[in-house]
């Protein structure tokens, strides 16, 4: 087992899960703020030269895990693995989010979909993107498609 | 303090960390395997629709942590959450890869630069890219363009 501390919070508008924007062409604009504690402010020196950021943030609201989730943007189960479900072996999650300005241990940030209050245990530059050409996206390609939303239909 | 277990293993060619290729310009393109614990197998459905997937493993080799960092792609200190330094407050690593094949419970991927053993704590389809013209990658773009190499120099 490897034991995680928190490193700050995230200060957001939502104080519930359903408030979260979910599923297909869900936007994520929402602007909140990353409070970093105090003694690990240093730790983001030169953090501000870049554009995103990547938030690893504790899904410390869910409990338990299942191995096959059915996401809101689809209808059928898939492995929870292959999903961003929050019912995970580990609870952790990934979001990026763009950096707009940083007060001392505070940085301002659009597009969050975390609860107020929720545990951050890291922060990463966003560094590169996957060519455009060479991305499947799955599942979610084909719901998004809309191909293949009744499974059970004819 | 939040516990995490290992999910599953990383097997790579690389045995020790000179091996890995770091710093401006290293390729990953070496292929590995991420073998998957028998248990969580039923969480790796759907997941070959992904051309890549985001590891998040841990820097299991690593200890204790420095709140700057000299990365190997520049010669001056920066805030580790400014970089991808190892030594952190939370020991949390991320790798995108590219999923090959799948077989059962072990998943051969390309551009691993993770140790053999390494531990996995959570897999996650790599669903979106941020848009390239919105992206700015702080000191490691000056890095790269070579403009702030000598910092003491003329």
Redesign the interface.
């Known amino acids: 087992?490897?034991?995680?501390?928190?490193?700050g919070h995230v200060r957001s508008p939502y104080k519930d899960a359903q408030e979260i924007p979910k599923g297909l062409g869900a936007k994520h604009e929402t602007e909140g703020v990353l409070e970093?504690r105090e003694e690990?402010e240093?730790?983001?020196?030169?953090?501000?030269?870049?554009?995103?950021l990547?938030i690893?943030w504790?899904f410390?609201r869910s409990e338990g895990y299942s191995?096959?989730a059915t996401p809101p943007s689809d209808n059928r189960?898939?492995?929870?693995?292959?999903?961003?479900s929050p019912r995970?072996?580990?609870?952790?999650a990934?979001t990026?989010v763009?950096l707009l300005s940083r007060e001392g241990r505070r940085l301002r940030v659009r597009g969050i979909d975390m609860l107020d209050g929720t545990?951050i245990?890291?922060?990463?530059?966003?560094?590169s993107?996957?060519p455009?050409e060479?991305?499947?996206?799955?599942?979610?390609?084909?719901a998004e498609a809309g191909a293949v939303r009744e499974p059970f239909g004819t």
């Not at 189960?77 to 961003?84: I, K, L, N, Y």
Request: glycine content about 6%.
């Open positions: 087992m490897f034991a995680m501390q928190e490193i970093i690990f240093p730790g983001l020196a030169d953090i501000e030269g870049f554009s995103h990547i690893v504790v410390d191995l096959t189960p898939h492995g929870v693995f292959a999903t961003r995970r072996p580990n609870p952790i990934l990026v763009e545990a245990l890291d922060i990463k530059p966003y560094l993107n996957v455009e060479r991305l499947r996206r799955g599942w979610l390609a084909e």
